[in-house]
């Protein structure tokens, strides 16, 4: 006689009703974006990109450009302390004439300085070589010039880029000042493969702990020495071009069964959260606000499905695109959701009709995977290549257009400053920019006390959330993607799903705070749990063929799927089912 054993998977259908929400926020209404008299659309997919049809002032919004000093692509070299000075203001003015608050001076372009270190030589980019003393503050008398005219001071640094050169690591090391760093610690110093240049890049080795220590200490001079408002690193870390040169010290350092990628891009983590973590402590002691951020490649990597350099969780672009956690092992992803910097400036150096990154689909990843991590986001823009490659003329513009769509971005930066007097920019400032907003950073902090009630499991809610919000200001919410409503009474959230409320704060005079935000992750639990009935004998452990299973439930729709060595179908259930095999 047949027998078989008897495994059955019970799944219940449950269809939740949800807050039905629009999804405008501070404009009208979203329209397609059209180029050449064609939709735009999101990579890969039928869904066009949408934007909104009206640009929304910010009042408080970090705007920012980089200032490049490596080949003296912003500023001039140093001929005079008057020369130089005025060249200084006049970036100064550019910031105003585009009502931007923020500078981000490259104060370390080649493992260099441009002010007195115990860590670098002076840089050849001020005086024209390297060690050159100009007998005066530089770095002190920029800063306070920038906050004398309303600008934050961004110190832009390079952490590990020694240089790129057609000579040997040798030949080139010779050249620098006795104190560089690099030039005192050759065997610190690795090469990364030649680059589409001909160019072999040097770095300081990641994986060396000496050199970790060496970031640190240089970030922690310059922080007490000088009133800097943030430190930023920007998207050099190991080569793009690549490298094969870490093989030792990867066998040195390595844990037992980590791979040299991993490896790697630990090495990268130790200094970027070795770094918060000596910011943080500064600002304890000190009382100061001093912000990290760094500005990397733009695609972390690429969640397309069925490639080989597909990463879980990532972006709706190719995998065949640059990846900063596969090329540069730069985990930039980790770096925000762990909390280690204040705020995240991905290069979204893409335009909309990108033809395997195209900008929204890059942004919209950035907003993801930052919302309620506390991490601000800026999105950095290449006006440069908007000048080169002759973008569209609104590109830039519609770029900021499209980020109004998402409070989690706080700012955007361009790159760089000597390209703010082109056409795209000019367009943005005598339509879109046409006043200087408060730095986020000085915006007003939004004091609401927040109360949440509803049922938990593992921080997350099984049931419907009512959120009470109390201030002595007049508060304003967003839930989801809805319009900014006046709070009046407690807001009812509801439907699986991971909720986000936005909130705001306006004083009697009118001033705005800045936007803070609450998650509310929802998933329901049905607390029907189904009753089997088995008719037939059984021998031992196991049932005769022709077995009846009756499951029984108060619930509408049940699903059920047979095991027969691996799950099937979950199909509908309607009745007594009879096991024939």
Same mark, same amino acid.
């Given at each position: 006689?047949?027998?078989?054993?008897?495994?059955?998977?019970?799944?219940?259908?449950?269809?939740?009703?949800?807050?039905?929400?629009?999804?405008?926020?501070?404009?009208?209404?979203?329209?397609?974006?059209?180029?050449?008299?064609?939709?735009?659309?999101?990579?890969?997919?039928?869904?066009?990109?949408?934007?909104?049809?009206?640009?929304?002032?910010?009042?408080?919004?970090?705007?920012?450009?980089?200032?490049?000093?490596?080949?003296?692509? !912003?500023?001039?070299?140093?001929?005079?302390?008057?020369?130089?000075? +005025?060249?200084?203001?006049?970036?100064?003015?550019?910031?105003?004439?585009?009502?931007?608050?923020?500078?981000?001076?490259?104060?370390?372009?080649?493992?260099?300085?441009?002010?007195?270190?115990?860590?670098?030589?002076?840089?050849?980019?001020?005086?024209?070589?390297?060690?050159?003393?100009?007998?005066?503050?530089?770095?002190?008398?920029?800063?306070?010039?920038?906050?004398?005219?309303?600008?934050?001071?961004?110190?832009?640094?390079?952490?590990?880029?020694?240089?790129?050169?057609?000579?040997?690591?040798?030949?080139?090391?010779?050249?620098?000042?006795?104190?560089?760093?690099?030039?005192?610690?050759?065997?610190?110093?690795?090469?990364?493969?030649?680059?589409?240049?001909?160019?072999?890049?040097?770095?300081?080795?990641?994986?060396?702990?000496?050199?970790?220590?060496?970031?640190?200490?240089?970030?922690?001079?310059?922080?007490?020495?000088?009133?800097?408002?943030?430190?930023?690193?920007?998207?050099?870390?190991?080569?793009?071009?690549?490298?094969?040169?870490?093989?030792?010290?990867?066998?040195? /350092?390595?844990?037992?069964?980590?791979?040299?990628?991993?490896?790697?891009?630990?090495?990268?983590?130790?200094?970027?959260?070795?770094?918060?973590?000596?910011?943080?402590?500064?600002?304890?002691?000190?009382?100061? #606000?001093?912000?990290?951020?760094?500005?990397?490649?733009?695609?972390?990597?690429?969640?397309?499905?069925?490639?080989?350099?597909?990463?879980?969780?990532?972006?709706?672009?190719?995998?065949?695109?640059?990846?900063?956690?596969?090329?540069?092992?730069?985990?930039?992803?980790?770096?925000?959701?762990?909390?280690?910097? !204040?705020?995240?400036?991905?290069?979204?150096?893409?335009?909309?009709?990108?033809?395997?990154?195209?900008?929204?689909?890059?942004?919209?990843?950035?907003?993801?995977?930052?919302?309620?991590?506390?991490?601000?986001?800026?999105?950095?823009? +290449?006006?440069?290549?908007?000048?080169?490659?002759?973008?569209?003329?609104?590109?830039?513009?519609?770029?900021?257009?499209?980020?109004?769509?998402?409070?989690?971005?706080?700012?955007?930066?361009?790159?760089?400053?000597?390209?703010?007097?082109?056409?795209?920019?000019?367009?943005?400032?005598?339509?879109?920019?046409?006043?200087?907003?408060?730095?986020?950073?000085?915006?007003?902090?939004?004091?609401?006390?927040?109360?949440?009630?509803?049922?938990?499991?593992?921080?997350?809610?099984?049931?419907?959330?009512?959120?009470?919000?109390?201030?002595?200001?007049?508060?304003?919410?967003?839930?989801?993607?809805?319009?900014?409503?006046?709070?009046?009474?407690?807001?009812?959230?509801?439907?699986?799903?991971?909720?986000?409320?936005?909130?705001?704060?306006?004083?009697?005079?009118?001033?705005?705070?800045?936007?803070?935000? /609450?998650?509310?992750?929802?998933?329901?639990?049905?607390?029907?749990?189904?009753?089997?009935?088995? #008719?037939?004998?059984?021998?031992?452990?196991?049932?005769?063929?022709?077995?009846?299973?009756?499951?029984?439930?108060?619930?509408?729709?049940?699903?059920?799927?047979?095991?027969?060595?691996?799950?099937?179908?979950?199909?509908?259930?309607?009745?007594?089912?009879?096991?024939?095999?």
């Amino acid at each position: 006689m047949k027998k078989i054993k008897l495994y059955i998977l019970i799944a219940f259908l449950i269809i939740l009703s949800g807050l039905l929400l629009n999804n405008v926020n501070g404009y009208t209404s979203l329209v397609p974006l059209v180029r050449d008299g064609s939709y735009v659309y999101h990579y890969s997919s039928s869904e066009k990109v949408m934007i909104p049809d009206s640009y929304d002032e910010h009042d408080t919004e970090f705007r920012g450009a980089w200032v490049a000093t490596v080949y003296n692509l !912003d500023i001039a070299k140093y001929t005079s302390e008057t020369q130089y000075k +005025a060249a200084f203001i006049s970036l100064i003015d550019e910031l105003k004439a585009n009502h931007m608050n923020a500078m981000l001076f490259q104060v370390r372009p080649l493992n260099d300085a441009f002010y007195e270190s115990d860590y670098a030589p002076w840089s050849r980019y001020l005086m024209g070589s390297e060690g050159s003393n100009p007998g005066w503050d530089v770095l002190a008398w920029m800063i306070d010039e920038c906050h004398a005219n309303g600008i934050e001071f961004h110190a832009w640094m390079n952490p590990y880029r020694v240089a790129n050169t057609t000579s040997s690591k040798t030949t080139y090391l010779a050249t620098l000042a006795s104190n560089n760093f690099a030039k005192q610690n050759p065997n610190l110093v690795i090469e990364g493969d030649i680059d589409s240049h001909d160019r072999t890049p040097l770095i300081l080795n990641p994986g060396e702990p000496e050199v970790k220590e060496y970031i640190r200490n240089v970030v922690k001079e310059l922080i007490n020495n000088y009133d800097v408002d943030g430190i930023h690193f920007d998207d050099y870390f190991y080569p793009y071009s690549g490298i094969s040169s870490d093989n030792a010290t990867y066998d040195l /350092y390595k844990l037992p069964g980590q791979t040299i990628e991993d490896w790697r891009r630990e090495n990268v983590n130790d200094v970027v959260r070795g770094v918060k973590e000596d910011i943080d402590a500064y600002n304890e002691l000190s009382g100061n #606000s001093v912000k990290f951020g760094i500005s990397p490649f733009g695609i972390w990597g690429s969640g397309i499905e069925g490639y080989s350099r597909t990463l879980d969780g990532g972006s709706n672009t190719s995998p065949y695109n640059t990846s900063s956690y596969l090329d540069q092992y730069a985990d930039s992803k980790k770096w925000v959701l762990e909390g280690w910097l !204040d705020y995240i400036c991905p290069q979204v150096y893409f335009p909309f009709t990108h033809s395997t990154a195209p900008y929204a689909d890059v942004v919209d990843w950035w907003v993801n995977i930052s919302r309620g991590t506390g991490v601000d986001v800026y999105i950095g823009h +290449a006006v440069s290549s908007a000048a080169i490659y002759n973008w569209e003329g609104t590109e830039i513009a519609d770029q900021l257009k499209y980020d109004l769509q998402h409070p989690e971005i706080k700012g955007e930066v361009m790159y760089r400053l000597g390209y703010l007097d082109d056409s795209h920019m000019q367009y943005v400032v005598d339509n879109y920019w046409t006043e200087t907003p408060t730095n986020i950073y000085e915006a007003n902090i939004p004091f609401i006390t927040v109360t949440v009630d509803g049922e938990m499991s593992d921080d997350i809610y099984i049931s419907d959330v009512l959120m009470t919000l109390s201030s002595s200001d007049t508060i304003y919410y967003q839930l989801d993607d809805s319009d900014w409503t006046l709070y009046i009474s407690p807001i009812n959230i509801t439907g699986s799903g991971a909720h986000i409320v936005y909130m705001k704060t306006v004083d009697d005079f009118g001033v705005e705070s800045s936007v803070s935000s /609450y998650n509310v992750p929802i998933q329901y639990l049905n607390p029907d749990i189904p009753t089997i009935e088995i #008719s037939n004998d059984k021998i031992r452990e196991n049932y005769l063929i022709k077995t009846e299973i009756t499951v029984n439930s108060t619930s509408e729709d049940i699903y059920v799927a047979i095991n027969h060595g691996s799950v099937g179908e979950f199909n509908l259930y309607t009745g007594p089912i009879t096991l024939t095999d």
